[in-house]
């Protein structure tokens, strides 16, 4: 059997898609009346894709026509209007209907975007059309992003659906809006969408989902006892599920049994960093959600701030009962308990450094949280200085191997991913309290170790390069040369030396550059020193 792995949606043929009842079918009944509004919302990952290939398949079989606009393509400049935004929306709708964008015979400045629009698709685009209209909006949280469009975006939409009701050729156009729920957007109830039509949560996986899944992959769970287990740790989060069993069947000499893998899930080494990585960083941000995780992982009796326990929720990460809330599985009671609670947010978000430096944003570096490369030579020129004649230095630099491969083949919210998960490895590994770390290039970190010596930057670089390994980031590129690895690796370059009053900072620099490319030279995935 072969097996993708479990990060896209699947198609429509795959082995691997488990019905929800009755979530399927209430679906495929709602797309056949006429003016229909479906509204299918869950946390990422819970199979939000999945169901609308079935269901743009199921209304594609009933002879309806079918138009999917993904928010996510949309160039930031669409998003500084509301008329350059549904002009952008009008015209996709139509090029995807293949017929030609008529904006400009039905746009007037002077009734405005929302009236034109309105006008635009019910005296051409529903009349150029012979078969009712699906029109999927997926990732509509992109729109959230902007409060004001989003306002009136959203509120359009509403009317459309309520014109089904008066006028006849509205009862053409059938809505469906994807989106995930870990964006919360302040709307006014009234004027959105998300109080009209059928919505849609996808709801986890049962015990015997989770034991159907298992037989598809080859493996014999009818007793319960492992799908038991490994539900104990991931509940029933559709993508988890499916990321162990993937990783059970095609990498069985890696755990002797479940417990073993399970043991691991939680850890730098386990298959699920990438994942609780991005929750973190979303905690991160915003500071009020750790604080009602650190409540509810505690046993707090305190009242639960209700906006940040809604945005928990939302995410997937707790699971609301009345005026109480439990971590929604094992495996984020675990993370966060260690995160929050055995380091303090602060600690974890920036590097270590023995005098704690000015933490403000022009330090930083955006994507990791690191900081960025003008403050790392500041300080780098200043430790050279003041350890002249005194202490040895060693400079590493790091260096993710053919990133702007993956950046091309994964996209640039996964390489952003990527560069995150390195970075939190080189935290974890670098625990020396005078260490500096910054993110040095695109692709590129380094990491300064005044008093360390030669024997000591190695044995810190070779575990890092490891540990990235062990992360196993899927990077599969056909027929590229030099590509010997199936999994994101790094590079590494070394130089120690011990400053004097007449030598430059300029010369350790390029001597652990000369080491990284001798590392680079040897196809990646290797440590070098100059």
């Keep these: 059997m072969y097996l993708t792995f479990p990060n896209d949606p699947l198609s429509l043929n795959s082995t691997f898609y488990i019905e929800r009842p009755p979530i399927e079918e209430l679906a495929y009944r709602e797309i056949s009346k006429p003016g229909s509004f479906i509204r299918i919302k869950a946390?990422?990952?819970m199979g939000k894709s999945s169901l609308m290939i079935r269901l743009i398949d199921r209304a594609t079989n009933l002879g309806y026509k079918t138009v999917t606009l993904d928010f996510q393509q949309a160039d930031e400049t669409v998003f500084s209007?509301?008329?350059?935004?549904?002009?952008?929306?009008?015209?996709?709708?139509?090029?995807?209907?293949?017929?030609?964008?008529?904006?400009?015979e039905y746009w007037d400045e002077d009734i405005g975007s929302k009236v034109s629009s309105t006008l635009y698709f019910q005296g051409y685009l529903l009349r150029q059309i012979n078969a009712p209209l699906v029109l999927v909006l997926n990732e509509v949280n992109r729109v959230f992003e902007f409060p004001e469009i989003a306002r009136d975006f959203l509120s359009l939409l509403r009317s459309w659906h309520e014109e089904a009701k008066q006028v006849e050729i509205w009862q053409k156009l059938r809505l469906v809006v994807i989106h995930s729920t870990e964006v919360y957007v302040s709307l006014n109830i009234n004027q959105s969408p998300f109080n009209i039509g059928l919505s849609l949560q996808l709801?986890?996986?049962?015990l015997e989902q989770v034991q159907e899944l298992a037989a598809r992959y080859g493996l014999d769970w009818t007793n319960g006892k492992d799908a038991k287990q490994l539900m104990a740790i991931v509940g029933g989060h559709p993508y988890l599920i499916n990321l162990a069993l993937y990783h059970l069947v095609n990498q069985r000499k890696k755990w002797e049994n479940i417990e073993e893998f399970l043991a691991q899930a939680a850890t730098l080494e386990g298959i699920y960093h990438q994942h609780l990585l991005s929750q973190l960083n979303i905690v991160r941000d915003n500071p009020e959600l750790g604080e009602v995780l650190k409540q509810i992982i505690t046993g707090s009796r305190e009242p639960l701030e209700a906006i940040a326990a809604y945005k928990l929720e939302s995410m997937g990460i707790i699971k609301l009962k009345g005026s109480s809330a439990e971590i929604s599985c094992e495996l984020y009671r675990q993370y966060f308990q260690e995160q929050l609670l055995q380091v303090s947010l602060l600690n974890n978000s920036f590097p270590r450094f023995t005098q704690q430096p000015e933490l403000n944003t022009s330090n930083l570096d955006e994507i990791t949280y690191l900081f960025n490369r003008s403050y790392f030579d500041r300080e780098l020129e200043k430790t050279w200085q003041e350890s002249a004649d005194k202490e040895s230095i060693s400079l590493i630099f790091c260096a993710v191997d053919y990133f702007e491969y993956y950046e091309k083949a994964y996209g640039y919210q996964a390489a952003n991913l990527c560069l995150?998960?390195?970075?939190?490895?080189?935290r974890n590994v670098v625990i020396f309290p005078n260490a500096l770390i910054a993110r040095y290039e695109s692709k590129e970190f380094a990491i300064l170790l005044p008093g360390k010596n030669l024997t000591i930057s190695q044995q810190i670089a070779e575990k890092i390069r490891q540990r990235v390994k062990l992360l196993a980031i899927p990077f599969k590129l056909q027929g590229m040369d030099g590509f010997k690895n199936s999994v994101v690796t790094v590079s590494l370059g070394i130089a120690s030396k011990s400053p004097n009053q007449k030598s430059d900072v300029s010369q350790i620099i390029n001597q652990a550059n000369q080491a990284l490319l001798a590392s680079k030279r040897r196809?990646?995935?290797?440590?070098?020193?100059?």
């Design 420 to 426: 995150q998960q390195v970075a939190d490895i080189i």
């Design 523 to 530: 196809e990646g995935d290797s440590v070098s020193n100059y």
């Design 203 to 206: 709801p986890e996986f049962t």
């Design 43 to 45: 946390p990422k990952k």
């Design 81 to 104: 209007s509301l008329y350059k935004f549904l002009r952008w929306f009008c015209a996709n709708v139509s090029r995807h209907l293949k017929l030609e964008p008529m904006l400009d």
